[in-house]
Nanobody, 123 residues
Framework: QVQLVESGGGLVQSGGSLRLSCTVSGFSLDHYAIGWFRQAPGKQREGVSCFSSIGETTYYLDSVKGRFTMSRDNAKNTVYLQMNSLKPDDTAVYYC????????????????WGQGTHVAVSS
C-alpha cells in the first residue's frame, strides 16, 4: 500500500527553522520524484520544490530559494525539506507528493499525496 506521511510541522517564530519529513512506503524513491506543495488559508495550493528520482532538486518559488533545501535518505525512505529563515508568508499546510521519475512541475502529474503538516510562522 502506498503511503506518504509528512511530519515536522509546528509553530515557529519568524527567522526560525523547521525540517519537514516525508516518509514513504509502498514504492521506491529510486523511481519516484517527491514534490513539496503548500496551501495557505484562502489560497491555491502551490508547488514549493521537487527532488527527482536521480537526486536533482528544483525550486519552484523564488521566495524560498536560498532558504529551503531538499534532501533524501533512501535508507529511511524519507525526503526532507529544511526550511530556514522562515517568514509569516510561509505559513501553510505543507504536502508531499510523488510522481514517477522526474519533476514535471505539473500538479496533475503527481500520483500520490500525503495528508499534510501544518507550518505556522509568527511575526
Amino acid at each position: 500500500q502506498v503511503q506518504l506521511v509528512e511530519s515536522g510541522g509546528g509553530l515557529v517564530q519568524s527567522g526560525g527553522s523547521l525540517r519537514l519529513s516525508c516518509t514513504v512506503s509502498g514504492f521506491s524513491l529510486d523511481h519516484y520524484a517527491i514534490g513539496w506543495f503548500r496551501q495557505a488559508p484562502g489560497k491555491q495550493r502551490e508547488g514549493v520544490s521537487c527532488f527527482s528520482s536521480i537526486g536533482e532538486t528544483t525550486y519552484y518559488l523564488d521566495s524560498v530559494k536560498g532558504r529551503f533545501t531538499m534532501s533524501r535518505d533512501n535508507a529511511k525512505n524519507t525526503v526532507y525539506l529544511q526550511m530556514n529563515s522562515l517568514k509569516p508568508d510561509d505559513t501553510a499546510v505543507y504536502y508531499c507528493a510523488a510522481e514517477q521519475l522526474s519533476c514535471s512541475g505539473n500538479y496533475f502529474a503527481y500520483d500520490y499525496w500525503g495528508q499534510g503538516t501544518h507550518v505556522a510562522v509568527s511575526s
